[in-house]
Nanobody, 115 residues
Framework: QVQLVESGGGLVQPGGSLRLSCAASGSIFTINPMGWYRQAPGKQRELVAH???????NYADSAKGRFTISRDNGKNTVFLQMNSLKPEDTADYYCWLGRYAMDYWGKGTLVTVSS
């Protein structure tokens, strides 16, 4: 079993920055692809950024140029640095890990962008 715990969400003004972290624990014996998704009220969950087991990032168009995903394999942790935040970035942000064709999810951390 794999557990994912997110942290770093909160309230930030437009134009501000936040850094999300996700720590993975449990039955992890290999480096797995990880990523961040978000879900705004009344909307479907959507991909924000993904990072492969070799460290290759992939971003949704809405995140390109503003967000940076990174990982620390030694700590089984993935980060999402979010800059130039906009009100439309307000959502619950979920950490994802893929392992052996299974998807694992964290419980989410709320990001609110508002003045």
């Amino acid at each position: 079993q794999v557990q994912l715990v997110e942290s770093g969400g909160g309230l930030v003004q437009p134009g501000g920055s936040l850094r999300l972290s996700c720590a993975a624990s449990g039955s992890i014996f290999t480096i797995n692809p990880m990523g961040w998704y978000r879900q705004a009220p009344g909307k479907q969950r959507e991909l924000v950024a993904h990072i492969s087991s070799t460290g290759t990032p992939n971003y949704a168009d809405s995140a390109k140029g503003r967000f940076t995903i990174s990982r620390d394999n030694g700590k089984n942790t993935v980060f999402l640095q979010m800059n130039s935040l906009k009100p439309e970035d307000t959502a619950d942000y979920y950490c994802w890990l893929g392992r052996y064709a299974m998807d694992y999810w964290g419980k989410g951390t709320l990001v609110t962008v508002s003045s």
